[in-house]
């Protein structure tokens, strides 16, 4: 079996009020092999990044072709696509996990810092106040 599998994305403006908020650019990209795994890591990787979209951004459209069919009438033809798109489910939403968990570190990290920063400058804060009414 040949799986083809076209990911198209169109492009759009996102606009509020008649000003041009932001521009995002069409995008296709595509995929023919016989093997299921480079199939579902293909589609997992298109359902990745559809999940960094930015808000008025659109997703790609996934067109599943089994040899060249986009609706066979197989039922083996459904289950194959039906069990990569579930597999390629899974692996997506554990990539996005990680993503997501991965941004929380960061935030965080960041979080902490700043905290530690405003500690620093209030310590210092003190021993100046501190020193100079000691001195009086």
């Excluded at 039906?82 to 990539?95: C, F, P, V, W």
């Excluded at 965080?108 to 700043?114: F, L, R, T």
Aim: glycine share 4%; net charge negative.
């Amino acid at each position: 079996m040949i799986f083809t599998i076209m990911a198209y994305k169109q492009d759009n403006i996102d606009t509020c009020m008649g000003c041009v908020v932001g521009r995002y650019d069409s995008d296709f990209q595509w995929k023919s092999t016989t093997d299921e795994a480079e199939v579902t890591q293909f589609i997992a990787s298109i359902l990745v990044e559809d999940s960094q979209l930015d808000h008025y951004e659109c997703e790609h459209e996934i067109t599943f072709l089994i040899d060249g069919e986009e609706y066979p009438d197989s039922e083996d033809h459904q289950e194959i696509k039906s069990r990569i798109e579930a597999n390629a489910k899974q692996i997506a939403d554990g990539k996005i996990a990680g993503i997501k968990a991965a941004k929380e570190k960061i935030e965080a990290d960041k979080s902490s810092k700043e905290q530690d920063r405003k500690a620093a400058a209030e310590r210092k804060q003190y021993e100046d106040l501190k020193a100079k009414f000691e001195g009086m």
